[in-house]
């Protein structure tokens, strides 16, 4: 009976299942190898005396808000704080979209995109990148314009490829559509050059950028992302988002971690070196199961394997010997540890190609 009252676009869905198995290494969801220093840990730890228990969260995150505000030079008005970007993304594309309305994602790119607008039940038009995986801007102005899209969603630099576009070539395409744009900028610290168009938002008022508290800075926990965009965009969202999405203890500790910038920059520096190394190190493989590794401009190396048995086999063995990383289909995707995270891994998987 109850299998009847459970809408059928559900039916077909598995929930989501990220690997929750004790590894002594985990290189397999982009996180941060590190997290807060004693100094910090001291002040988050000493700000839990503050914190109203008893009470509902401000429903604004108005004192976090503040504080990423400063840190990315923003207007607060043009900010919203969400349960990490996750629930921004459902926010737009189940708010934005309408019935019937169209979103164009450029393939392939972070599942949530899809996910979402699948969920929302907009028709869902997928746009494929190119073969070393960039976006040709060109085309994809010409299929969202014929398409009538109302939103366009990519993450830049791009969660799985480490590929990222250039700041011209997005800007080229904010002022060429006629869509809300959304380019999700959770990688963008690790980009050596920054490309980052958060600084467009005044300028254009299609544009959202999403950014997390889950990557560079190290806060994955926390579930922590931000929406800054034009003021319209930001109220429309604000209306429509459940009033106390971010809690207490979350606003309190995202603030205070934002107000120690210098160590999530330091950190990252770190995170930056490690996964230049990392690539350098793969590169360094003679292997015929190597095939392909691909230039990152984020926190991770993806590259493709000879096949999607082998890549599985690799995937499962490196587990068994207390390393996680990710496997998708006949390619991995490895977030850059610490340095010796890093060595533990290269050495293993020296071990299991031929
Ligand atoms: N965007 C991208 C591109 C991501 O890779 C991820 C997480 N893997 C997210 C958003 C989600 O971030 P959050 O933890 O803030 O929900």
Redesign the pocket.
């Known amino acids: 009976m109850i299998e009847k009252l459970i809408p059928e676009k559900i039916n077909g869905l598995e929930a989501y299942s990220p690997n929750l198995t004790p590894v002594p290494i985990r290189l397999d969801?982009?996180e941060s190898p590190f997290t807060p220093s004693k100094a910090v840990l001291d002040e988050l730890a000493a700000a839990v005396y503050g914190i109203d228990f008893n009470r509902y969260p401000d429903p604004y995150a108005s004192e976090l808000v503040s504080a990423f505000s400063q840190v990315f030079s923003l207007d607060t008005k043009n900010v919203v704080a969400?349960n990490?970007?996750?629930?921004l993304?459902s926010i737009i594309v189940s708010g934005l979209l309408e019935a019937g309305d169209s979103v164009t994602v450029a393939m392939p790119?972070?599942s949530?995109y899809a996910f979402y607008s699948y969920l929302a039940g907009a028709r869902e038009i997928r746009f494929e990148k190119t073969e070393l995986f960039e976006i040709d801007f060109d085309g994809l102005i010409s299929s969202v314009n014929e398409s009538g899209s109302k939103l366009v969603m990519f993450?830049n630099p791009?969660?799985p490829t480490g590929w990222c576009a250039k700041r011209g070539d997005v800007e080229r395409f904010i002022k060429g559509v006629n869509a809300i744009v959304v380019v999700?900028e959770?990688?963008m610290e690790f980009s050596r050059e920054s490309e980052s168009v958060m600084d467009l938002i005044g300028r254009y008022d299609n544009l959202i950028v999403?950014k997390?508290?889950?990557?560079a800075f190290g806060s994955?926990g926390l579930?922590?992302?931000f929406m800054c965009a034009c003021e319209e965009l930001c109220e429309a969202v604000k209306k429509i988002k459940s009033p106390y999405n971010v809690n207490t203890v979350s606003q309190v500790f995202g603030r205070i971690i934002l107000s120690h910038y210098d160590e999530i920059k330091a950190n990252t520096e770190i995170i930056q070196e490690n996964v230049g190394y990392l690539k350098g190190e793969l590169s360094k493989i003679s292997s015929a199961d190597i095939v392909r590794i691909y230039d990152t401009s984020a926190n991770f190396v993806f590259m493709d394997i000879s096949s999607a048995e082998k890549a599985a086999k690799i995937k499962e063995s490196l587990m068994k010997k207390g390393v996680a990383i990710r496997c998708m289909g006949h390619r991995l995707r490895i977030t850059a540890g610490t340095r010796e995270e890093c060595d533990i891994f290269l050495a293993k998987f020296k071990e299991e190609v031929a």
């Open positions: 969801a982009n969400g990490g970007s996750d629930e993304i790119d972070f949530m993450s791009c969660n999700d959770a990688y999403l997390t508290m889950s990557k994955a579930r922590l992302g």
